[in-house]
């Protein structure tokens, strides 16, 4: 009998701790956490400044269990939220960030795991965040005058070749990947002072200088690689743009116009994809091909500058956002202006179709709705702006092929 009352006594406890709500169970392991030795600095009292602890094994042990638990009420991939000594504000917890918490997260503050975290080995994330693998709209923004540039020198009635568009496509991803990392190189020691990038591999001590120069050494070779498969005249031309590719990230130590020279930079695609297919240069078709991308790139790169313009003051750097001051959006408009003028001219010279010209005005609406409704002081939204910039030059790559296709 006594055993029996025992055993009941038994089951009416392990009812009562199964029973148990998540709150409550996370209290306790709140608790627990306090009773540990924390191995995080604890004069860090900003919970969105990472710090970076002193490894403990007991605390290691310690911290996947109460993931564990973590997981299991408050649901899967909770814990992945969290980067190690950061905290987590309330709203996180719940499921629902506030507003205030969701751009501090997306300027610089609150990281969420990406792509990269969940997936690649542990010893591959720091080249793939190097290369800004989890940040495809560098590719894109790099990959779209390439793409204008081989669908205008496709014969008329046909469509752009798919050869030249998937080697400039590789080409833009490895070319990308490159600058990020020459630009991570040279700019380390500003990237520690800016918090939107203070968090880079090299800044951060993920990588140190010499694995990110080994690493460079493969992107330029496997582009070499590409630049091989095209004609001896787009040969040079490439090579050419490697002069731009180091420079550009040393501009804005010396002018308020480093996003001009990303300009000139970024869009040697638009000279390079013609002489790629026809194998010689039509300048009047491909320099306002070219000029008409380094304005556009003056457009969202300098509303994307407006990100880190009370940064860039404080360690002593130059962008347009801060030369063109609360004249930004007069500047964007002119700037957006002669983008759209010059793509024009490039299609009266190659002769395109009357749909290439429908394309650019659905393509001016949406620079208008880029510059009209941007908030220059919220880094959030010019964030979102700057990115959608993809959906841009997708408009103008659909008008090319169909003006040309049906001329």
Known sequence: MAFFGLFRVSRRLLRSSVSATPSSSFAVLQSQHKSLSNPVNT????????????????????????????????????????????????????????????????????????????????????????????KPIG???????CMWSIALAADPGSLPS???????????????????????????????????TRLRPIASGLLTPFQGIQFLGIQLLLGLGILLQLNNYSRVLGASSLLLVFSYPLMKRFTFWPQAFLGLTINWGALLGWTAVKGSIEPAVVLPLYLSGVCWTLVYDTIYAHQDKEDDIKVGVKSTALRF???TKL?????GTASMGFLALSGLSADLGWQ????????????????GTADLSSGADCSRKFVSNKWFGAIVFSGVVLGRSFQ
């Open 43 to 134: 004069h860090c009292t900003n919970p969105f400044t990472k710090c970076y602890p002193s490894w403990n094994y007991n605390y290691q042990v310690w911290s996947k269990g109460r993931e564990l638990q973590q997981e299991k009420f408050l649901g899967v991939g909770w814990n992945y939220r969290l980067v190690s000594g950061m905290s987590s504000s309330s709203s996180v917890m719940e499921g629902k960030p506030k507003k205030d918490d969701k751009e501090k997260s997306d300027v610089g503050g609150v990281k969420e795991a990406s792509w990269i975290d969940l997936y690649l080995p542990q010893d591959a994330r720091g080249y793939a965040k190097l290369a800004r693998l989890d």
């Open 139 to 145: 590719t894109w923004l790099l990959a779209w005058p």
């Open 162 to 196: 798919f050869k030249y568009m998937a080697l400039f496509g590789c080409g833009a991803l490895l070319l990308r990947g490159a600058g990020c990392t020459i630009n991570d190189l040279l700019d380390q020691d500003i990237d520690t002072k800016v918090d939107r």
């Open 325 to 327: 001051g609360d004249n």
């Open 331 to 335: 500047w964007l408009t002119g700037f």
């Open 356 to 371: 290439y010209y429908a394309s650019l005005a659905a393509a001016s609406g949406q620079l208008g709705w880029q510059i």
